[in-house]
């Protein structure tokens, strides 16, 4: 008893003293960036450190003895499921709305595909274990997250290695690392997603950067996703959570003004400093051109971005830009020249053609905007009810065919109702040039159970991602840098969802029909029996048996054969 | 056309003792004629749309705006079929689309995946369900014009022409082949039943061989297999089923010719004429004396040719039984003459003893065997022979001894062909992908038969229970068919055909049609067919409706998936018409001989018989 008594009173005196403990850092982060078109980027990171923190040793699973979850700064809620499950590397997406990298450029954080994606990476000797703690870690997520991500069963669980690099290290255990990737593109994010993602942060949103997240603010951008990072360096174990938004100033303020603040988009102001965060900062991208003002006046602006760290001052910050005249949309870069320079290398449109809803095409049109020859990894993670014909793959460049442009195809097929597809190859974009990639795809026939409770609205595929791969060194800025394509919807063919019953009846009794009849006649014996002539007087002994009456052929009995 | 010429070439000339020269003319003539119509018309249909369609042949043109919501106009697969394939596949909508394991779709991307060293098969459920044995075209140079699966886009047109017109006529082949040997069957049939009604009584004179139109058949029988359009969609829409057809008529043809030929041998050979040392395998051995190397040889091809049908798609395990039967019995019709199970004979003149005491043994047999399983059926059937060439074991039962050898023969050759298409492959998974697709359904694409839509609608609780029950259902009907037409085991072949075209798991037109074609051989039996008529019609109503109620299903968006059903079910009706009315005709064709028989002064009985009249009792 008195040792239990001591025990609560150090566990106590530790979480007091532990704002100086140096093992967990907590760093808080928000990037703004004026766009082309008029809207503003918001980038917050929150990220909070582990050090010397290693992952879970797969192989101590089966011992019963993690005892390191004490935490002060890390989320525990995250932190179980992590050990729990071994996982190494982990990163969870939900975001909503299209990015749309001709206008934005690069995203700050990469995983921009719409939906839900997940990926983890795992250590392990058998693959069994890998995936039962696959599917462990999805439902722990799910259940934390109040997202669907139960779905993202092993009908969407793809292997896809080299698009998806691990974005820190991986322990050197002598186990292999699997990685599994699931994406989910019908999956919205909102606020019941929102709310336990602030609870993961140490100051909840009561206080620092987090207060701006407003969720009616943030729901209402044009584009918005949360992420969670998750990642192992050999310094320890960093969690970032980061939440990213598209706000459009113009149409919040009903005015052709871009001008824009925290209290304008948000509705909130930084009233006060998280506590416990080491960094709080703000930095504002400025804008290259034009006359504005950004307010409050930047304490330190360096390569045309100003930095604010709300720790400095305790005061209410309302951060914002202003610019004297209204905004006028750049429309010529669209149409008649190419924006200069271009902010992506290259830019991606992927549709399904066809009407039909049993055949289609995937078309996707490549355009470098650079002169140099660029060299891209595509991937497409496809469920299985649409079944690509590879050998009706077709490279067009500038309308002439080039199958030459495509290369390294790995393929892995899909499995009907069990596995997607995983296809990766290596398209090479030639400088200043467009090409035109086009495969036959066949659309499923899926089992009515199988369809979604909104079947006519159709199915949405996961994204296809880019990554430019290593070709020219003269700018690698955006090596690896992952480009989402916006998602596709498909229109599968539906049964009728209300007749199972009346179709297995209508089918039975066609099939019991058929069979009756055919054993009908199979159990019978045809005999020919003659009547005797005197039981019917008036027949005439006459040749034509056609006579009805006087028949010469009547029941008898026969030998069931 | 060269192969064709071949084939007409060898089968002219082996004129039957019975067909006159004439019809060998006519039917070369129809054969060739046929043909030629088929390539015209594939070629046709082929450059046709390919000129109306080059505006399409572009993929999609996109402008440089970087804009998303520029609007183009789509390619081909809505614009406009840019070639045969898919104007069937897709154009006015699936006829019989693509099963998985007859596409020419999947095939060719099972052979361009094999090419690049994708397993095909791998974890035994992959989505190409065409067997390996097609895949070994792989093995053909990939430049070859004819099923590459690359297009060489700087050849000039000459390499398109070229390979389009070798692809037709790579489809076109089968059918011509199909419609040799349905008119190899029949004569064989003819021949045999001749030779039957010669041996045992004479008082049939009214056999088919007779009866039958002698001169017209032969050049009827091709044309009704080339000009189906059964056969002809198919063909143009590349499906290998026509492929399937070809080889299970080849089967069966061999099959009517390993018994047959050994009777007629010693007759025909007299009468051979000059260019009897042709290429084709039956010349050579028909002229030997002594009937054993040919039985063994036609035989062995049949078995071999049913194998391999039967690797190519699993359902067709179900003809095996008829098949063998058909090889020691032979074609003969005796419909007229019903009886036992009885072993052909080596020589006509044993014939009649041999066929008395074999019959009476297979009376006990038969009825014996009546209740027990399915499977035993077959076997016990065959079980009738005995035959003096074996002294050493008179306690074994005849028929026992003359099935074993020819179901071990056919054993290894399908051992053979596993094997073969387990070194093509790598390892035994492609068994999941090909047979177990057969047995699973994975693919509910919409088709003529039944289980598609039966199988969409199915509680998943119940799903394997009726699948099981659909497999059974369709195993059922081979032993009790086997057994009633024991005695014309060509014509139990032939009804299960029809129940194979009306309930396999994924049935194209080209079942139908050779179910459809097969009558052609059983003139006996029209006299006696109750419900022709309406079964045509009810066929005819299925297959104009299926494509249109496809069409305004999956291209328009109009009507539902109902609608398709619908004439899906019509259809099967239609096929189980057929059926039972087949059993029904070569039942009742019995009756007609014992009414001859009985008093032979009577001219014929009239084909209005009332159905009362004809009693048929349980």
Redesign the interface.
Known sequence: MLRTGLFLVFVLLSSVFCLEDATEEFEEHLSIKSLKDGRVAFSFTFKTSLRDAIPRDPRMLAFDNDDSQHYTLFPLTLGQILRQYAITELHLTLNAG?W?Y?AWGYPDEPDVGVGAELRAWMAGNSISSIDDRWQGVRNSLAGLFCASLGSLDEQRTTSPRSTFPPEGALPDWGLPHELRHASHASEHVCTENLTPFLKLLPCKSRSGLAMLLNPHRIFDADWHGIGLHVLWRPEGVEVRLSVQLVSDPLRISGQKKQDWSFSSLFDRKVEKACPVAKYSRVSVELPSSGVYRVYPEPPQVKDGIAYYDLKNANEVWDIGTMWPSDFEYRITH??LSKPNPALVPF?V?RNL?????????L?I?L?NNEQDVLQLLYLETMP?II?F???TI?V?AD?????DLISN?S?????????PATFESVLTLPGRS?I?F?M?V?K??????EHPPDAQRGWDLPPAIFTPLRQSSRNSTYLGKRVYS?SLLVDL????FS??YN??I??CS??A???G???N??????????LEPQKRPESPPS????S?ES?K??????D?? | MSLSAKSLKSSSSSPSSKSSPMSWASFRNSMALCIALRVLLAFGLEFYLSASATSFQ?????S?????NVYYS?????GGANSVVELI??GPG?LS??SPLTSY?NL??G???YR?G???Y??G????GVSPLYLSFSFLPSSLPVLS???P?HLPNIYKFLSTLLEIILWITPDALSAWFLVRIWRARTRRTGMLSMSSSSSTSTSLASSSPDILLPSLLPALYLLSPFHILPSLARFTSAWENAVLLGAVAWGCECASSADVAPKVDGGQDTDSSSSKASSPTRSSTSDKPFHSSAQSKSLLLLALRIHLSLDAIILLPPLVMLILAGPGSRLMDPGAFVLATPSSGKQQDVQVEAESKAKIDSNAK?DSGSESKSKSNDETQAKSQSPLHPQTHPILRAVFPVILEFLVYFAALSLVSTLIVGHWGWMGSTWGASLSL?????NPG?W?????????HFRAFFLVVFEV?LL??VA??C??FQHDPLYALFLLTGILA??KPYPTLSDQGLFLVMWGIFGEVYPFLRTPLPALLTLLHSTLLQPLFAHL???H?RG???FY?ATT?VG??A??MG??DG??GG??C??EK??QG?DS???S??E???E???????
């Open positions: 299209k749309n001709d669209l149409a830019s449109r053609l066809g009407s039909t809803q049993d055949r289609g095409q078309s049109v355009t299985w079944q014909y590879l050998h077709r067009h309308d002439a065919l080039r199958d195809i393929y892995i097929l899909p499995i009907p109702h069990a596995r467009t035109t086009t036959d066949a499923a026939f899926l089992r009515y159970t916006p063919a539906t049964p009728d007749m199972p179709v297995i209508f089918t066609v099939v029909f058929i069979f009849s055919v054993f006649v199979l159990t019978r014996k045809f005999i020919v029996v003659r040749k034509n048996l056609d009805d028949g052929l009547d029941t008898s009995e026969s069931v054969h | 572009q993929p999609a043109r996109f440089n705006i970087t804009s998303d789509s390619s081909s697969p809505s596949t897709t699936l689309a693509s779709a060719k991307e052979m361009w995946l690049c994708v397993d095909v791998a974890d459920r992959g989505r190409v699966t690359t297009e886009s009546t994975p693919s509910l694409t919409p039944l598609w839509y039966f199988f969409t609608e199915m509680f998943d259902h059922m009907y009790p068919i057994i009633k009306t309930f299903w999956l291209t968006g539902n998936a109902n059903y079910l099967a009706c096929g189980g059926v039972v059993v029904w039942l009742r019995a009756l014992g009414e009985k002064d009577r001219e009985v009239d209005e018989w009332e009362s009249e004809v009693v048929t009792q349980q």
